[in-house]
């Protein structure tokens, strides 16, 4: 699984914008998503993944949600 495809999950799962730092947070606890290295995913990395994916994600300041086809 991607990044981007486990935010979607986390996104599913809450129904609700959360902010990158909850995303972060709820990927490092699940281990969802697991970078190859194994260290921590940071809310920096979440930002830049939705940003790189505006086709899938909406962003207001630090929150993210899911963009409605």
């Known amino acids: 699984m991607t990044l981007h495809e486990a935010m979607i999950e986390i996104l599913k799962e809450k129904?609700?914008?959360?902010?990158?730092?909850?995303?972060a947070e709820q990927?490092?606890?699940n281990k969802l998503y697991e970078k190859k290295d194994k260290s921590p995913i940071k809310a920096s990395q979440i930002q830049i993944r939705a940003y790189n994916y505006k086709?899938?994600?909406v962003m207001e300041g630090n929150n993210i949600s899911l963009k409605s086809n």
């Open 15 to 23: 129904k609700s914008p959360m902010t990158t730092k909850e995303i």
């Open 27 to 29: 990927l490092n606890q």
């Open 55 to 57: 086709h899938l994600f």
